[in-house]
């Protein structure tokens, strides 16, 4: 009934598995790829005509992870996977990235690719693993795919590279000094595709050395797909690439003089107008028969991008007149608004974004529910793009997979700069509002998150700047790196890559080529470059902050303190009765986690010290020759009994409250009144001994030995 082909190597530290015959027979391609005993089922389908007048490629993919795969129910109302969770979503855009530019050039008929974990171990991340299933059906389904493809990951220990590190070597890298790289690679037999990394102020040569020890990982699992292939694949799909050369040179002829003076123009806005009154006047020139044709916008393209790009290549000028290595003007604000914790207005050029960062306490961490376990996160970066931004109309909705990527690459450049939890016990959340974009839109976000957090008084170990970098290509092997593109060089060029770091190193690496043709030379220059671009960026921000940012009046004050384990439970009390009453007296916020790390918020400082004093007596040890003060709780013949810290009781024997003797301790105490007391000791028993006779009941200070001789004899 099943015509299974199953293919298996040794990868690393475990075995890979790619499997197809036996599920989903009715997908163009279908493949179960198995890492350990993380599976990923990867289905793909296509359409096999182009919808009439589609003029752009509907490639889809869907990343799903089922909680059943690692054995957990969902949590929520409703204990059913609902909209995409952010892993999921950044997941599936590291799968669509390298594989979109692999489709033949022309092919424009619908794509789905779903891939759904099945399986997770807790140990492999089945995000590598959904990587190579996508690839590996799509390579059996007979779609015009010039793949295949695979992916890695990349840790670096000890000045070591570590091929698919564990899910939790990955985890919390910034609390784990010895993992300085969590790098993705895809790629294929002869070239890198796509890079995505977080880092820990790793420099260039680093950086490209990962990146190609990835690319030799990732050949024995290319191998693997071509040999499953070999006895699986079905027939290739009938498509030829449409000739549309007459077309061009239709467009050329009627546009090309135009369209080149509108590129020449330097202002965005008017460069826009420009270039859409070129595409008019060529389509004023061409016949009917012309003007329906399917692969109009792909010659109105073919024609820009000619323009643009020769003019860069052959003589190093760019449409807004810089030069291939200039930045454009930067201006760097901070203390924008009044009543938040820390704001920055950050404009290069015709990009900019306001940056607002708010400080929270524990109860504003974010809780996430994830395939490997619960966890929560004390720093947050959402990133926002109005239509507006870029002089549109269009719908305002939740915030779509760009953005929710964008804000993540911006997140991984600044995660390596925060302080400890230990050091800045606040929750951190950043807001990029993008107001203007012409590119770059996330590296913009990147240098205003940094500022802002400087300016809410955020101790960052050092400041981090983004630039993004493109690259043209052409067919006789010539090249320009540009150094922080424009929204058109993104558009029209072969490689977004963008780079953030602190002045020592890089925190982030995020690549992506459209073009199989990018040598380890090219990519040397351009992590050079872009070195360069992002310390005059550093440079320009510093003159924003010009000396440390007070802390906000707004934001609340945090002190943390350490306690035994041993001593939480006393500090919660039966049913959490005690450490409501330290709230409820104190007018403090306290959160106790289960190291014993407990932080105490308030505005106010006395609240914050009241809440702290309560603890501390509760967990505290009292210490043998201190003074405290006290009050009597009972009085007994032979002596009173004392509260003297926190509900620790002690006996003051009769013979130690004065230096005389008394009938009975009532003749000096009565219950309820304040003392102070010394700490003798303890006896044989545990029991606390105190002493009143010598301390100064009114200072509270300890009778030298001297004046008690004296208080005796007069005693006498």
């Not at 179960?32 to 990867?42: D, Y």
């Not at 890079?195 to 040569?205: F, G, H, I, P, R």
């Not at 965005?268 to 389509?283: L, P």
């Not at 454009?328 to 900019?352: C, D, K, N, Y």
Request: one cysteine or more; glycine letters at 8%.
């Amino acid at each position: 009934m099943f015509d299974v082909t199953k293919k298996s190597i040794q990868w690393g530290e475990e075995t890979l598995t790619l499997e197809t015959g036996k599920v989903a027979r009715q997908a163009d391609g279908s493949v179960i790829a198995t890492l350990g005993e993380t599976s990923v089922m990867a289905n793909v389908t296509f359409a096999k005509e182009q919808k009439p007048g589609q003029d752009f490629f509907p490639l889809t993919v869907h990343y799903q992870e089922k909680y059943y795969a690692a054995g957990k129910v969902p949590g929520g109302f409703f204990k059913r996977e609902a909209r995409p969770t952010e892993k999921e979503t950044l997941t599936a855009r590291l799968i669509d990235r390298p594989i979109r530019p692999l489709f033949v050039d022309g092919f424009k008929n619908e794509v789905l690719v779903m891939c759904t974990v099945l399986s997770h171990d807790l140990v492999n991340d089945p995000d590598i693993v959904a990587m190579i299933a996508a690839s590996a059906a799509l390579t059996l389904s007979g779609a015009p795919f010039r793949g295949p493809i695979a992916g890695c990951r990349v840790g670096y220990t000890d000045g070591e590279y570590v091929l698919n590190p564990t899910v939790d070597d990955m985890q919390d890298l910034r609390l784990n000094p010895e993992q300085r790289l969590d790098l993705v690679v895809a790629g294929t037999k002869d070239a890198v595709m796509m890079v995505e990394s977080e880092a820990y102020e790793l420099s260039e040569a680093e950086m490209l050395g990962a990146v190609t020890f990835a690319h030799e990982q990732i050949q024995p699992v290319i191998d693997l797909i071509i040999s499953l292939a070999e006895e699986a694949a079905k027939e290739p799909f009938e498509f030829t690439p449409p000739d549309y050369s007459a077309l061009y040179e239709a467009v050329k002829a009627a546009g090309e003089e135009q369209m080149r003076a509108a590129f020449a123009i330097t202002d965005k806005q008017e460069r826009t107008a420009a270039v859409a009154a070129a595409r008019e006047a060529i389509k004023a020139a061409l016949t009917e028969e012309q003007l329906e044709d399917p692969n109009l916008g792909s010659a109105m393209k073919k024609l820009e991008a000619g323009i643009l790009r020769g003019d860069v290549v052959k003589g190093g000028k760019r449409i807004d007149g810089r030069s291939t290595t200039d930045v454009r003007p930067i201006v760097a604000e901070t203390g924008l608004l009044p009543r938040t914790h820390g704001s920055a207005l950050f404009t290069r050029g015709e990009t900019q974004a306001l940056a607002v960062t708010t400080l929270g306490t524990g109860d504003d961490e974010q809780f996430v529910d994830a395939l490997h376990g619960n966890f929560k996160s004390n720093f947050l970066l959402h990133y926002n793009f109005p239509p507006y931004s870029v002089g549109e109309v269009g719908r305002v909705g939740p915030p779509g997979r760009r953005e929710v990527g964008h804000g993540k690459l911006a997140w991984r450049a600044l995660q390596a700069v925060l302080p400890a939890p230990t050091d800045f016990p606040y929750t951190i959340r950043v807001v990029s509002e993008i107001t203007e974009s012409n590119g770059s839109s996330s590296m913009a976000s990147v240098c205003g998150g940094s500022l802002s957090m400087m300016d809410a008084g955020v101790p960052l170990k050092a400041p981090v700047a983004g630039v993004a970098m493109g690259l043209i290509l052409e067919e006789d092997g010539s090249y320009a790196v540009l150094t922080d593109i424009l929204g058109d060089e993104d558009h029209l060029g072969d490689m977004d890559f963008k780079v953030a770091g602190t002045e020592n190193g890089i925190t982030s690496l995020q690549m992506d080529i459209k073009v199989a043709g990018i040598t380890p030379e090219i990519m040397e220059k351009a992590l050079a470059q872009a070195k360069d671009g992002r310390l005059h960026i550093l440079n320009e921000m510093s003159k924003a902050l010009s000396e440390t940012a007070e802390f906000s009046i707004h934001a609340p004050r945090i002190e943390t303190m350490q306690i035994p384990t041993d001593k939480i439970r006393e500090v919660i009390g039966s049913g959490g009765k005690v450490i409501r009453e330290i709230v409820e007296t104190s007018g403090a916020k306290v959160d106790i986690n289960d190291d014993g790390i407990i932080k105490i918020a308030s505005p106010n400082a006395e609240a914050i010290q009241k809440a702290y004093d309560m603890i501390h007596s509760i967990v505290a040890e009292p210490e043998e020759g201190k003074i405290y003060t006290g009050k009597v709780v009972k009085i007994v013949d032979f002596g009173a009994f004392v509260n003297f810290f926190g509900k620790r009781d002690g006996l003051v024997h009769v013979s130690q409250i004065e230096n005389r003797r008394l009938n009975h301790p009532s003749d000096v105490l009565k219950e309820g009144q304040e003392v102070k007391v010394k700490l003798l000791g303890f006896d044989d028993r545990g029991k606390v001994r105190l002493s009143m006779k010598c301390v100064d009941q009114e200072t509270g200070e300890e009778i030298a030995p001297e004046k008690k001789e004296k208080k005796e004899e007069s005693a006498e």
